[in-house]
């Protein structure tokens, strides 16, 4: 395996400016003009995504002559406004979840632009699941029902904070009111922060993911960690949670730390997406080089291996969420894209196109009634809902 230094990964991380820079350079058959700078948005310095995309980046720099920046950045809402609206970067790592509340505008997504997105390509299946120190009393999740306890709260990603404030108590059984009296949230900025909180005493218990760095760094903290089961024989619980996560799968933990091999938990996509109008040309050459390059990559990083095809057409079969028709040409050349899978992506895109235009709705309702375009504002909660009441929400075919 290769090893990527630190000072490697933030060298590849520093931005370039514009996007698409003059005089592009030729691929190597010169039937694709690649552009001069490719810049890629992840999560922060510290999650598996930014690791794994600088494993496989070189290589696509290596071999098409593109420039690609790897930009780490942990605000989630921030990313996609990079992406959609700002447009400095031209691809997104974010998770499913993730997608879902940017389309749905849940939470602090209602202050951003309505943009439809496309998935590119599969990057990992992500185990996740609540972390505790070695030495917590906690022994189960039922344990968080009894006493006050501190739960970490990612402010820096919606789901993050549902997953927390609401699947969680959800999962349990406890109303929205027993939560408040047992759970005394604690703020994170970052991921990295979030995590750490359980090896730092800031939290007793925070929501992550088993394959990232600071997980790792954890792990090998004086007392270590452990994980606090999600039973899958608790179906109700399960079904509760869903309502909240609906982009989850259930799943028995087989990556990332050892501390988590074997405990039940959830399963969050990670995808590489682009705004819908990204260039078919680009996004069919990059699915190409993806699929075609895999075997020069997969042994680059653990994640990197859950980026096959394989993987993508296991998820093609279970995603709501649409794919780039660049994708999708080449999925079609090679025989890995169907009948049926032309209708879900319709159907998708059909679903997707209906909420962003609700959300337009009422983000110019809004505007020529003098009311403010705000989560935490009442009247225009108000006025998205009656646009978005009675649409069909995105939800993993499980």
Not at 62 to 85: A, C, F, N, Q
Not at 353 to 367: F, G, K, L, M, S
Request: aromatic content about 8%.
């Amino acid at each position: 395996m290769t090893t990527i230094t630190l000072k490697q990964m933030l060298g590849s991380a520093l931005c370039g400016g514009a996007l698409l820079l003059s005089a592009p350079v030729l691929a190597k058959d010169d039937a694709f003009e690649w552009p001069r700078l490719l810049v890629i948005g992840t999560p922060g310095t510290a999650s598996g995504s930014f690791i794994s995309t600088n494993a496989w980046a070189p290589i696509l720099q290596k071999d098409v002559g593109t420039v690609v920046r790897i930009v780490p950045e942990d605000s989630e809402t921030m990313r996609y406004r990079r992406l959609t609206d700002r447009k400095d970067i031209a691809i997104s790592s974010v998770t499913a979840a993730e997608m879902r509340f940017q389309v749905e505008g849940v939470g602090g997504y209602i202050n951003t632009v309505p943009a439809p997105q496309r998935i590119v390509w599969h990057h990992n299946d992500s185990p996740w699941g609540y972390v505790v120190s070695g030495d917590s009393d906690l022994q189960s999740l039922d344990d968080l029902k009894a006493g006050k306890h501190r739960v970490a709260q990612g402010m820096f990603s919606p789901p993050m904070t549902v997953a927390v404030t609401k699947a969680l108590p959800a999962f349990l059984g406890m109303s929205e009111d027993q939560a408040g009296e047992r759970f005394d949230f604690v703020p994170a900025s970052s991921y990295a922060e979030n995590c750490r909180s359980v090896v730092e005493g800031k939290a007793d218990v925070a929501y992550c993911a088993t394959i990232s760095a600071v997980v790792s760094e954890m792990e090998g903290a004086p007392g270590g960690i452990r994980w606090l089961p999600m039973d899958q024989s608790n179906t109700e619980g399960w079904q509760r949670y869903l309502e909240y996560r609906p982009m989850l799968v259930p799943t028995t933990i087989d990556q990332g730390v050892d501390s988590a091999r074997g405990v039940q938990g959830a399963t969050s996509n990670f995808l590489y997406t682009v705004p819908a109008g990204a260039d078919d040309a680009l996004i069919y050459n990059l699915s190409k080089w993806m699929h075609q390059s895999y075997d020069q990559y997969k042994s680059k990083h653990p994640l990197a291996a859950r980026m096959s095809l394989e993987q993508f057409r296991a998820y093609l079969d279970r995603t709501p969420l649409p794919v780039h028709e660049g994708t999708v040409k080449y999925l079609r050349e090679i025989g890995e894209w169907s009948e049926q899978d032309e209708q879900n992506n319709q159907q998708a895109i059909e679903k997707m196109d209906r909420w962003i235009a609700a959300r337009r709705a009422a983000v110019e309702e809004a505007r020529q009634a003098g009311v403010k375009v705000d989560f935490q504002n009442p009247a225009f909660l108000e006025i998205q809902n009656k646009h978005t009441e009675g649409l069909d929400g995105f939800r993993s075919r499980i």
